[in-house]
């Protein structure tokens, strides 16, 4: 199952909701959205800096991580990067994959 690394910021409400309902409560959420769509959360920790909360999720594939971004969203507690993770045997793959390609001006 695909991996997906989504780092979030929260904005003034989702803090609040932090302090109010706790760690261990967002954790279960993100745990929960992601089962909602038939992936499981792998790992999730809050940070300092420019990001809040790392999280790496497996997801069925893409759509299934749009929706997930898309519905966090829309609930206006946090703002989403989404970045897919690839495998080191994925970029093997990659990496041997026989590819055409024609650069710019030539």
């Known amino acids: 199952m695909p991996k997906y690394l989504i780092e ?6 989702g803090v609040k909701g ?5 760690g261990t409560s967002r954790r279960d959420a993100i745990a929960k959205l ?3 769509v038939g992936g499981q959360l792998e790992s999730f920790y809050f940070a300092f800096g420019d990001r809040d ?10 759509e299934s991580a749009a ?4 519905t966090a969203t829309a609930a206006g507690g946090v703002a989403l990067r989404t970045v897919v993770l690839l495998t080191p045997e994925e970029v093997d793959a990659a990496a ?9 001006g030539a």
């Open 8 to 13: 979030g910021s929260y904005t003034l409400e």
């Open 18 to 22: 932090v302090q109010s309902a706790g």
């Open 96 to 104: 041997n994959r026989s590819v055409e390609y024609r650069p710019p």
């Open 67 to 70: 929706a997930v971004a898309l």
């Open 53 to 62: 909360v790392y999280t790496i999720v497996d997801l069925p594939d893409n």
């Open 34 to 36: 992601a089962e909602s």
